[in-house]
Each structure stands twice: as structure tokens, then as C-alpha cells.
């Protein structure tokens, strides 16, 4: 099991280096594709590299007690610390209230021997290059990886937040 302390640090740690265009969707499921990067412990040069696509599911209001039922679908034992680091910690949870549902799929991983630094500029450059409005690069910590990607996925719940209350409030939903 992971520590608060591990938790903190990977929370700490990661950074989008390039975020989707797009936000989540306040009447659909959204799917963003992303490429996690992270350097090997103990190894010079080696960069880990994964990616995947998260889906967010279409954000449902539901009453603050229904928190319980937020899932990770797919991910393993670092979401479950993760979910008990949050309620530990009383990270602000009023947006946990749409019920989000993430799913983790499609994940491959490969080994580049190059420095972060060098790997992070090219694949950042091709994601540019590529146009995809639903692309993310992310720079983590390798043993906890997973909690990088969820970081992520709490930035952008955070960043569509405000667009998804105002599509409930103009369709007359809160």
C-alpha cells in the first residue's frame, strides 16, 4: 500500500506539460488520450512511457453522500489510496458531486533511452504536430504512475468544473 507521503509526492510531482484543448463534456462521455512519461529509478537515461486513453463519463448530479460511489474503473490498488488520501486530507470535493466514473484502458508501455528532458520535447512537439484536441503529455514519478494520471484527471475536473455548473444552470438542471 502506498503512504500519504507517496501520494503527496507524486501529487507533487506531476506535470502537464501539454494539456487537451477540450474539456470534459457536460452531456457526454469524454475521452482523452494520454502519454505518461516517467523517469526509471536507478537507470540513467531511461525514460518509461506510457500511454492510454481516459474516459470521463457524462458528470451526473448527485447528492454529496453519493461520494462513495465514485469509481476508477481500471485502475489498481494506488486509486483506492488515492480516494482514501482525498478524504483524509479534505481536498475541496464539491465538483466529486457529479458522479464522475474514470476508466483507464489501452495502456502500453515502451523505454526510451534518452533524457526526460529530450523525450518530453519530442513528444510534446509530435502532439502539437498531431492536432488532437483530446491529447495530454504528462511527466510523473515511475512507482506511482497511476496516481500521476489521477492527478490529472482532478485538473481537469477542476478546469471543466465551471463550464459543466453553468450547461446544468442554463438547461434549468440546478
Not at 506511482?144 to 446544468?168: A, H, V, Y
Request: proline content about 3%; overall charge negative; glycine content about 6%.
Amino acid at each position: 500500500m502506498y503512504s500519504d507521503d507517496d501520494i503527496q509526492y507524486a501529487m507533487q510531482m506531476t506535470g502537464v506539460v501539454h494539456e487537451p484543448a477540450r474539456r470534459i463534456d457536460t452531456f457526454g462521455t469524454t475521452n482523452f488520450e494520454f502519454i505518461l512519461l516517467s523517469e526509471l529509478m536507478d537507470n540513467v537515461n531511461q525514460v518509461k512511457v506510457r500511454s492510454g486513453r481516459i474516459c470521463a463519463e457524462r458528470p451526473m448530479i448527485v447528492k454529496p453522500e453519493s461520494y462513495a460511489e465514485m469509481m476508477f474503473e481500471g485502475f489498481g490498488e494506488q486509486a483506492q489510496a488515492f480516494d482514501e488520501w482525498l478524504r483524509r486530507n479534505a481536498i475541496d470535493l464539491s465538483f466529486l458531486k457529479y458522479g464522475f466514473s474514470f476508466r483507464k484502458s489501452d495502456v502500453t508501455e515502451s523505454v526510451v533511452h534518452d533524457p526526460l528532458a529530450v523525450v518530453q520535447d519530442r513528444v510534446v512537439k509530435a502532439e502539437i504536430d498531431s492536432g488532437n484536441p483530446s491529447s495530454a503529455v504528462i511527466v510523473g514519478v515511475e512507482d506511482t504512475w497511476e496516481i500521476c494520471l489521477l492527478r490529472f484527471t482532478l485538473e481537469m475536473i477542476q478546469k471543466s468544473q465551471g463550464i459543466n455548473i453553468f450547461d446544468f444552470k442554463r438547461r434549468g438542471l440546478l
